[in-house]
């Protein structure tokens, strides 16, 4: 495809439980950022990767975030021990090179968790 | 720390009225501005950046360093700009976006 995808689309989740969430960025693309939505609220960042290198996690709201993305393409974010505060849309991002500032951000769909 | 505050979370204007979507930041350093628009059913998507000084779809933003502000406007609304808006900020350097938490704009026909 043309796009960011992300998967799954929605994800519905006992608290406690474990959730990974998959982002397929543009081919070639060299960086790649997760955001978390929250219901009426504007898009937060949470990572930042420059090929498989974690250049920015300061976002991540806790240590049970976690994000990789070991061949510096596909990047999994994964949430451990469910909260309901962890409810959001996740959007994943990727850009051909570098920040905001420099190349443009195509955003994907986005992943809706939901946790129970 | 970057703030961005967008003032209205909803708006109506009629078609062929001016639209004006409100946006005021705070940050300390030399900002990028930018807005992105979600319409409905699709990604959010790059509608405009300040530094590039373009009009796309009609659209202006003029980045105001005296009022820290950075709104966009159309002169006059058509049916398909009904969207989600979001004002964004970034620093040179930075990868980080911060958002605003949006206005929903719909256009009366």
């Known amino acids: 495809g043309a796009g960011v995808s992300q998967s799954p689309r929605y994800k519905v989740a006992k608290r406690g439980q474990d959730v990974a969430l998959r982002c397929d960025p543009i081919?070639?693309?060299?960086?790649l950022f997760w955001y978390q939505q929250a219901l009426g609220q504007g898009p937060e960042f949470l990572t930042y990767f420059q090929n498989e290198a974690q250049l920015d996690k300061s976002g991540l709201p806790s240590d049970r975030f976690f994000a990789e993305r070991p061949e510096g393409s596909v990047s999994t974010l994964k949430i451990q021990r469910t909260q309901q505060e962890d409810s959001a849309v996740y959007l994943c991002a990727s850009s051909l090179a570098g920040g905001p500032d420099t190349g443009e951000l195509f955003f994907g769909e986005g992943s809706r968790l939901t946790v129970l | 720390a970057q703030r961005v505050t967008q003032p209205e979370k909803l708006l109506s204007v009629f078609k062929g009225a001016p639209v004006e979507l409100k946006c005021n930041y705070s940050y300390s350093g030399s900002p990028e501005l930018f807005w992105y628009v979600q319409y409905s059913r699709q990604r959010l998507q790059l509608l405009l950046r300040h530094i590039s000084r373009e009009s796309i779809k009609g659209f202006t933003a003029d980045l105001n360093k005296g009022e820290t502000s950075f709104h966009l406007k159309k002169p006059f609304a058509q049916e398909e700009d009904s969207a989600m808006y979001y004002c964004?900020?970034?620093?040179?350097?930075?990868?980080?976006?911060?958002f605003g938490t949006g206005t929903r704009l719909t256009i009366i026909p």
């Open positions: 964004a900020l970034s620093n040179f350097g930075n990868e980080k976006l911060t």
């Open positions: 081919s070639g693309h060299v960086s």
